[in-house]
């Protein structure tokens, strides 16, 4: 069993950064994703690392704005956003444990999400 905590989201300017982060309980070296959901829509990728931070992968609507990381010895996956726009607010989820495809929102667990709100 795997339990994710994610955190670091707030209400933030056009322009502004945020640091998120998604703690995993145990040593959980899994596949790590991030989506988010806004209201009305379905929850969509953003960015997914492998067991090893060795690969990773980003939605392009995030690509070169965002960037994703991991401290296995602190079991931690970060999620770097700059240049937040309206457009990104969200509430972001993390998981663990892809089904097959780490780009799709098919995971075993699943955090409780965390709240960016960016105002114009």
């Known amino acids: 069993q795997v339990q994710l905590v994610e955190s670091g989201g707030g209400l933030v300017q056009a322009g502004d950064s945020l640091r998120l982060s998604c703690a995993a309980s145990?040593?959980?070296?899994?596949?790590i994703g991030w989506f988010r959901q806004a209201p009305g829509k379905e929850r969509e990728f953003v960015a997914y690392?492998?067991?090893?931070?060795?690969?990773?992968s980003y939605a392009d609507l995030v690509k070169g704005r965002f960037t994703i990381s991991r401290d296995n010895a602190e079991n931690i996956v970060s999620l770097q956003m700059n240049s937040l726009n309206p457009e990104d607010t969200a509430v972001y989820y993390c998981?663990?444990?892809?089904?097959?495809?780490?780009?799709?929102?098919?995971?075993?667990?699943w955090g409780q999400g965390t709240q960016v709100t960016v105002s114009s």
């Open positions: 998981a663990a444990d892809p089904y097959r495809y780490p780009d799709r929102a098919q995971y075993n667990y």
């Open positions: 145990g040593r959980a070296f899994y596949t």
């Open positions: 690392i492998n067991s090893i931070g060795s690969v990773t």
